[in-house]
């Protein structure tokens, strides 16, 4: 009995024994399962390519200044493409394995700050590649009209078949439009009950244009669209909101100025969002009325961002009687 109880003892001293002749492997170091993204930067995060050998991985963000958010983190090393908008940021080498936070700041142009779960941080400068031309430089191709169903060699037939895409397959280029080069975004789209077309879809879905915010950008804007037989729709701003069909003692001309004045107002506060929807003159009583539009017409949406210094011109082409793009 009593041999038995010391054999019962020793039992847990030979387990440590063996386990500190023979210790266990340790697990290999695995990544962090979420990154969180910080947007510190100056500028609109739109979304982040991964790239590791030739798997590419794609993020949407969406992401004004001062916004952060949790994606998947894919582990590994990888080369980064920022999508700012403007501009591409191009990171190489990022050890991900260990990072818990990636952080864009704005102290510099192009700057990313990696945390890791250690508690190490390290900086690392990017490559940028603009999205506008340079200087002088003229844009891939002018647009005079965008109508609904027109394919993408109708919109610019200098298109390069190797044009550099963001994460929804939307054609990136250079714009001229109302005077003015534009950072473009061709996002394609097919027509309802059309086949798909072998090299893709050539078909035009919506159209984005983007340049740094002013107001002399903002003002020659509009007035290329007031000649365009463009008038407001309507309007939003900070504590503000504005439809211009109700304003029916208002003759157009007065409506303008009181658009104006608000935006004036706007820009000079320094701070905050604002759109403006413009729609052809002659068509606006019958859109207000219309579940859908009797025949094609092209709208312009104005989005003013004052956080990145960004103006956004959303483009959308409606075939008459259907209401869609």
Known sequence: MKLARR?????????????????????????????TISNQSRHDLLNIRFRQGRSMYF???????????????????ADLRVDTGLAFW????????????????????ACLILEQSDNISRHLAATVQSLLPAGLSRPVCSLNQFRPGMTMQEVCSLLAPDSPRDDNDAVLTSLGFAGMVWAARLAPGQPAGADSSPSGHD??????????LTAATLDSLLQTLYAQGYAPWQAELPG????????TDQDTARQKDILHQALR???????GEATVMLA??????????ADAPQRDVQLFTLTLRQSSMTLLVDVAAYRGGEGGR
């Open 203 to 212: 078909r035009l879905g919506h159209l984005e244009l983007r340049r740094e």
């Open 240 to 247: 503000l909101d504005m439809n211009f069909t109700e304003m």
């Open 7 to 35: 054999r019962v003892f020793l039992l847990p001293l030979l387990l440590c024994a063996l386990a500190w002749a023979f210790p266990a492997e340790r697990p290999s170091a695995s990544p962090t399962a979420s990154l």
């Open 265 to 271: 107002c706007f820009l000079q506060s320094g701070r």
């Open 280 to 289: 052809p003159a002659s068509m606006l009583p019958a859109l207000v009325d």
């Open 59 to 77: 993020a949407r963000l969406d992401m004004a200044p001062g916004a952060r958010d949790d994606i998947e983190n894919p582990g590994g090393t």
């Open 90 to 109: 191009f990171f190489k080498a990022v050890p991900l394995n260990q990072a818990r936070r990636l952080t864009f700041c704005g102290e510099h142009t």
